[in-house]
């Protein structure tokens, strides 16, 4: 069974452009979840989707946004980028019941300059 | 309210010596405990916890969760350079799939 894949695995970008990343879940996963890890703040919780709806969101400022599509893949969009952005984006899926364990697809190395 | 506290914040071992790392958290609404591995890319899935008492084990890894005194352990056996590594336990709570995450004990095996 394939893992989570992501794309790009790496991005470098200037600051006050716009970035999309994506995410494809493991097969059957419906539920994608998107974090943010850095040095300073270590992993946070950007969102997740399930059955292409948000259903829960972390407190990020709302440049930060994501969709999922019928197929469960994902994408997340960063808008009009700050160099405090930088940071690995990792994606995460799972069957979305109750107790459902997360897996982790290899990330997305955005750099801002 | 969803805080998760790791100790220690690094460790440094000798090969094949036993390590135990530990993880507390808050109560509030708290459904799940899981343990990641990760190295220089992505986390890792190694356990979840749910009941508490119950160990789960594979191969020379362990955990468990005491829901009582609000803490897990993951003890590692026999520790080989391999195992050097950022482990991370993230909580998750009942209603939704967030998994809140410590700040990780960065683990150094010695050869």
């Known amino acids: 069974k394939a893992g989570v894949t992501q794309t790009p695995r790496y991005l470098i970008k200037t600051r006050g452009q716009q970035v999309t990343l994506s995410c494809s879940p493991i097969?059957?996963?419906?539920?994608v979840s998107w974090y943010q890890q850095t040095p300073g703040q270590g992993l946070q919780f950007l969102f997740e989707?399930?059955?292409?709806?948000?259903?829960n969101k972390g407190n990020f400022p709302g440049r930060f946004s994501g969709r999922q599509f019928s197929n469960s893949r994902s994408e997340m969009n960063v808008s009009t980028l700050e160099l405090g952005d930088s940071a690995l984006y990792l994606c995460?899926?799972?069957?979305?019941?109750?107790?459902?364990?997360?897996?982790f697809g290899p990330g997305t190395r955005l750099t801002v300059t | 309210e969803d805080k998760v506290v790791q100790s220690p914040l690094s460790l440094v071992v000798h090969e094949g010596d036993t390590v135990t790392l530990n993880c507390s958290y808050e109560?509030?609404?708290?459904?799940?405990l899981l343990w990641y591995k990760q190295e220089k890319k992505a986390p890792t899935f190694l356990f979840m916890l749910?009941?508490?008492?119950i160990e789960k084990k594979s191969g020379r890894l362990s955990s468990i969760l005491d829901k009582k005194e609000l803490f897990s352990i993951l003890n590692i056996t026999a520790t080989q350079t391999g195992d050097s590594a950022i482990y991370l336990c993230?909580?998750?709570?009942?209603?939704?799939?967030?998994?809140?995450f410590g700040t990780g004990t960065r683990l150094t095996i010695i050869p």
């Open positions: 995460a899926s799972s069957l979305g019941g109750p107790a459902g364990e997360q897996y």
């Open positions: 097969s059957g996963h419906r539920s």
């Open positions: 989707y399930f059955s292409e709806t948000q259903r």
């Open positions: 109560v509030t609404n708290f459904r799940s």
């Open positions: 749910t009941s508490s008492g």
């Open positions: 993230a909580r998750r709570n009942f209603g939704n799939e967030k998994l809140t």
